[in-house]
């Protein structure tokens, strides 16, 4: 790489608008400390948020996504959901990138979805260990010995035999793309046992803020049967799979620590995006006490933490006012992720509410 190129990649971080070729391929230094090592991710994460809000793909994603459900078939060989996070959403945590986190975002147009395979697969799962565990058309055959149920082989292949239906990847609406990505942070304590150079973990060791991304907003997701003889008896099956295992398992990264959970609707495929994203019928109350989730901390200098209020379903933002030194439910210092109580002083705008702490 050239000189004058390395020294004008760290000024063109906030200036890009394709999230994933950020995470995929930007590092303008490898820091020399862990501390500078968070504060280089920290600033790569906000740019790739910003690169999305940005919406400099809206118009293409816009027009990707209407020819995508235009291509479906009809009614009688598929089944159409509109997905909305409950919780947070992490999926390919793991996958590569230059950051140690990850996320699964598209390719050409750098924003999330949710992969046909994941979906698939928490379905398959969910057949097999509820449905399997008092029928046995449903068994697995993930047990050594145990045969393969007849309805869960027809249902998502076999060895020798494909799946009768295919679960198609979900696309983010694009109404929710803009302001979908949350910073998130978690935070090992014992690092230096974690990574096999101490023998024990003490309570005097460094803990170490890890930034990453997470998902919220609504998602379109559609099963197709790949045979328009079978009856739609099939389709309905699969829809039932698919939705009880996103509301009770989850799909992605850390669902045992509550991530990846979404509530699933049934809807027409003509359904225009914008009856999709018509706003929530749910509203806040002025001076009434609300659940609150803390998502990004003060700026240095501020006291004001960004927070989401999560109600009956529906997730609204906004801003902590007068929470300088905030602690949590167990009297620690707050970090983000925890949840404490809220009291709403402004509803009028639900994508920007403004609370403060209970008296």
Known sequence: ????????????????????????????????????????????????????????????????????????????????????????????????????????????????????????????RYARQVWGATNDTWKGGMVRGEAVGEHYGAMFGMSDAGGLVTFLDAWIAPSAAKDCIVLDVMTPHHGEYYGGRARNPTDFDRPIPVPWVSVKGAFNAAIIVNDSRLPKSWLDTAGILLTSALREYGVGAKTNAGYGRLSAEPQSIHVAEADQSAESTVVLVANRKYEAELTEPPKPGKDTWKVDIVFEGSRFSGVLLKAAGLKNRKGKKAQVGNRIDVVVTNPADPTNVQCRLPS
């Open 1 to 124: 790489m050239t000189t004058a190129r390395r020294s004008a990649l760290p000024n063109s971080l906030n200036a890009a608008s394709h999230a994933g070729l950020l995470l995929d391929c930007y590092l303008s230094q490898h820091p020399q400390d862990e501390e500078q090592s968070g504060d280089a991710k920290k600033s790569l994460l906000d740019a790739a948020k910003k690169a999305i809000a940005s919406g400099s793909s809206k118009d293409a994603y816009q027009a990707a996504f209407d020819r995508w459900k235009n291509s479906l078939p009809d009614e009688s060989r598929c089944v159409f959901y509109r997905l909305q996070t409950t919780t947070r959403l992490i999926v390919g945590l793991g996958g590569t990138n230059v950051t140690e986190t990850g996320m699964t975002l598209h390719h050409t147009y750098g924003v999330p979805f949710i992969p046909g395979t994941a979906l698939k697969a928490i379905s398959a």
